[in-house]
């Protein structure tokens, strides 16, 4: 199975329970891999056949400029449903971390894997 990936995708979105934090955005730091054949793509050199992945980084960075979810599950969740429904994506991980979230952490979050293989 081939996969692409984008690390280290950085969004900034309302993300919280706390009162305080539903009146800022805060940033989460995105790892995503997905499954895709490469093979049609590189046969001819051809970008429609690819995963553009700066199409999928835009489509993710829009998604966070609308989210209001007071938990990264939710926020997780219904991104990877996003991604795969637009996108025609059978698998995907995807890693949420949520910086400075724990003071005496460097991150904290969710790792999350759908669909199939």
Do not use: H
């Not at 997905?34 to 046969?43: G, I, L, S, Y």
């Not at 007071?70 to 997780?76: G, H, R, S, Y």
């Not at 991104?79 to 698998?91: G, N, V, Y």
Request: aromatic share 10%.
């Amino acid at each position: 199975m081939d996969r692409v990936f984008i690390e280290g995708l950085e969004v900034d979105t309302v993300i919280g329970a706390y009162d305080w934090e539903r009146g800022i955005r805060q940033c989460l730091r995105l790892d995503l891999s997905f499954a895709w054949d490469n093979r049609p793509a590189a046969a001819d050199d051809d970008l429609t056949l690819a995963l553009d992945y700066a199409s999928v980084s835009s489509r993710i960075q829009a998604f966070a400029e609308q989210a209001q979810y007071q938990l990264v599950e939710t926020f997780a969740e219904r991104l990877a449903q996003a991604l795969m429904d637009e996108f025609k994506i059978t698998w995907l991980r995807l890693k949420l971390t949520k910086p400075g979230a724990v003071p005496a952490a460097r991150g904290v979050g969710v790792e999350i894997e759908r669909g199939c293989r």
